[in-house]
């Protein structure tokens, strides 16, 4: 219990609360392996590029703001904290979609964002049900018309 000011600054500013450098040894040798299979199955590369380029392309095409973004980890940024928290919610309680929300302090105020991320097993009909709740979403909380 404490002052509601002096919480919410340990919750952002606190060593114990930042982010770690530092990568696990399990983590290592999982992104190594990762490597092998990429290497050895080249035809996922092609498959994850063609996924994460439908989505940028369908996505800003709704009217989400994307930045210039070129790879699989596409950002939808939404500017508004508590709008960002509000569709991350809808979307992981209502469609079972998982993004990851950035607000400030972690990024410049104004620049809250949901960070979505593909991969070369997402059948086109994943990709498609993942864009009808965006849609939904977007148009609900007014990001897009």
């Not at 919410?8 to 770690?20: G, N, T, V």
């Not at 990762?34 to 996924?51: D, G, I, K, P, S």
């Not at 949901?114 to 097993?121: G, N």
Request: charged share 20%; aromatic share 12%; glycine share 6%.
């Amino acid at each position: 219990m404490g002052e509601r000011k002096v919480l919410d600054y340990i919750r952002h500013f606190a060593p114990s609360f930042m982010f770690a450098a530092a990568a696990a040894p399990p983590c290592v040798a999982a992104a190594m392996t990762a490597l092998e299979v990429f290497q050895e199955e080249q035809w996922r590369m092609e498959t994850l590029r063609q996924n994460f380029t439908y989505m940028r392309d369908e996505l800003r095409g709704m009217g989400f703001e994307l930045g210039h973004t070129q790879t699989a980890v596409i950002p939808i940024y939404i500017r508004q904290d508590l709008r960002t928290l509000m569709i991350w919610r809808d979307l992981l309680e209502v469609y079972g979609i998982y993004t990851n929300p950035f607000i400030s302090p972690g990024v410049p105020p104004k620049s809250a964002m949901l960070r979505t991320s593909y991969m070369a097993t997402h059948a086109r009909e994943h990709l498609d049900r993942g864009l009808e709740a965006f849609r939904a979403v977007g148009k609900k909380y007014g990001v897009i018309s």
